[in-house]
């Protein structure tokens, strides 16, 4: 076995030790075929007040440009899928993803892990470790290195599990055995691009960041838009409609991850526990959460939105 082999094999064998769901690696280099998408993307103006996605355009479609002497690209599943759900069906509703501790630093210290492993185990060996917080192009590197591809609603699926997962990277200086894209199982099948609310799927496999209901509930600081009143499906932090219609959702399995468990009191709440939600109540149950991207004044400014919207229709 040669040592690219060998050492790629240690890789994923330390990864699925750590509780990665699965790892795959390619060889880093340009992103031919993303780059005129992502070109088409930002001049459309798909990202909305998103402009982080405008900085750093070559160094999201090339990870040489991001780490020296970069080779590798090795891209980590961890699931997230929750053993329960909230309970009341007429409460607002938050992102499974959100139901825990902030993925940030639950996977950046597993991948501080893998480092060290690769470090004692294979030699002095440079790079970086990535979680959604830097100019790389998560979900093309991860299909690339095989893990699965991307289905229509631009989510990376797998026949094995679905998508409820985070994807992170290591970009490494190390040359490894490189795995391979695999082919697309959406079909005809059209059940995102039919349920999302926004329609924010505005063509298969292209998804309007701005008109996302993802976007509108984290990543809009300004007042929310009255024409989409009613649209939200009761979405109060991110939406999962597009993934829980999804055919290989049915697949998802629990994750076994302790720090995404929710807060005890996170999923019994009411729609009038949220309608009444105080500071001091938000800052227990989301005290190390995804969700203190909104703040309480963005929670709160949510939460009213749908309050308005049920009242008018």
């Known amino acids: 076995m040669s040592d690219r082999r060998r050492y790629a094999t240690m890789i994923k064998e330390e990864a699925k030790r750590l509780g990665f769901l699965s790892c795959g690696i390619s060889k880093a280099g340009f992103l031919e075929e993303e780059a005129p998408r992502l070109e088409r993307w930002l001049k459309q103006q798909m990202h909305g007040e998103m402009a982080y996605m405008e900085n750093h355009f070559d160094k999201r479609l090339d990870p040489t440009k991001l780490v020296e002497g970069a080779k590798s690209v090795v891209s980590l599943l961890l699931n997230y899928y929750p053993e329960s759900t909230q309970v009341a069906t007429d409460a607002p509703k938050i992102s499974k993803y959100a139901y825990g501790q902030d993925y940030h630093h639950v996977i950046k210290t597993k991948l501080r892990q893998l480092q060290e492993f690769i470090s004692e185990n294979i030699g002095e060996v440079g790079g970086r470790a990535f979680v959604d917080s830097a100019p790389v192009l998560d979900k093309a590197w991860a299909a690339k290195s095989g893990l699965g591809w991307i289905g229509k609603n631009s989510n990376l699926l797998t026949q094995r599990v679905g998508s409820f997962y985070f ?138 939105f749908l309050k308005d919207s049920s009242n008018t229709n």
């Not at 993802?214 to 989409?228: A, R």
């Not at 649209?231 to 720090?259: A, I, T, Y």
């Not at 989301?286 to 963005?298: D, E, I, L, N």
């Open 167 to 304: 994807i992170a990277e290591l970009i490494i200086d190390l040359e490894l055995d490189y795995d391979h894209a695999v082919t697309d199982h959406c079909g005809s099948c059209t059940a995102c691009i039919d349920a999302c609310p926004t329609q924010a799927i505005v063509a298969p496999f292209v998804v309007d960041g701005s008109k996302c209901i993802s976007y509108y509930t984290i990543e809009l600081k300004n007042e929310l838009p009255n024409d989409m009143k009613g649209k939200f499906d009761d979405w109060m932090f991110g939406c999962d409609v597009c993934q829980d219609v999804c055919p290989w959702n049915r697949f998802s399995k629990q994750h076994n991850e302790p720090l995404f468990n929710p807060h005890p009191d996170l999923l019994d709440m009411t729609r009038k526990d949220w309608e009444e939600i105080t500071q001091e109540v938000f800052s227990k149950i989301f005290q190390k959460s995804a969700v203190k991207r909104t703040k309480f004044g963005g929670l709160q400014r949510n939460i009213s």
